[in-house]
C-alpha cells in the first residue's frame, strides 16, 4: 500500500500517514430520506439521480477499506421525535419548497429525518457491520453535537476521507469543521454528489483554492491505486436504493 494518493492540489495525507493507524474513512448521510424515491431530498424538490449514481462506487470504496482495516464511520442526520434538536428556523427552512413538507412531517418511510424512522436509516448496500461507528448528528457537520471528534482522537485518527451526500452541504460542512480541527480531510469527488451538479462542483473547487484550503480532492481509482486494489472491487448490486 503506498502511504500517500495522488490528489489535487497536493498529495494527500500531507505528511505520507496513509494507514489504518492513522486514516479513516467516513461516509456521509446515506440514508434511506437522501437517496430514495420516497425520502426527504424528494420532497425538497429535488431529483435524486446524482445521490443513487454514486452508490456503487462507495459500496468498492467501502469494501477496500474494509479489507484493509480502516475504521470506518457512518453518519446520519436526523432528530429527536420530539424534535427538541430542530430549531424553529431550521423547521421554516425545511418546509420552504413545493410540497410544504418538511422535518417532522409524515411520509411514505416515516416522519422525515426523525431517528428511528424507516427514512433516517442508512440504506442497505451500504450498511455498517459490527465495530462500524455510526455518528447521529441533529444538524450538518459530524462535529456539532456528537463525539465525533473524541471518537477519533482515541484512535489517533489524523486523517479523514470523507464521501456520501451532499457535497455542498454536510460533506463539505464536515470537511470545514475537521479542517478547523487540525485533521487533513480528502473529498472523494466522484463518491460525493449534491441536488444539483453546480452545487457539487463549486464545493470541489472551494476545497482546491488557496493551495487546498480545506484539504486535497482525488477520486477513486486513485484511492484504489494507492490501496494496491487496482480496480473497484466486484460486488452484487441490489439495484437502486430503497
Known sequence: MDASIEAQPYRWPHNGGFSPETTALVIIDM??????????????????????????????????????????????EGHRP??????????LRSKNNPSGLGIGDVGPLGRLL?????????????YPIDGENVIDK?????FQHTEFKLMLNIKGIKNLVLCGVTTDVCVHSTMREANDNGFDCLLVENATAASEQHLHDGAVASVKA???????????DKIMLALGVGEIPSRSQNGHAR
Open 31 to 76: 440514508q434511506k430520506d437522501f437517496c430514495s424515491v420516497d425520502g426527504y431530498l424528494v420532497h425538497q424538490g429535488y431529483d435524486i439521480t446524482p445521490v443513487q449514481s454514486i452508490i456503487p462506487t462507495l459500496q468498492g470504496l467501502l469494501t477496500a477499506f474494509r479489507s484493509h482495516g480502516f475504521p470506518i464511520y457512518h453518519t446520519r
Open 114 to 126: 426523525v431517528r428511528g424512522e424507516p427514512g433516517h436509516d442508512i440504506i442497505p448496500e451500504l
Open 82 to 91: 420530539n424534535l427538541s434538536t430542530l430549531s424553529s428556523r431550521e423547521l
Open 138 to 142: 441533529p444538524g450538518r457537520s459530524a
Open 210 to 220: 488557496e493551495g487546498g484550503i480545506f484539504g486535497a480532492v482525488t477520486t477513486v
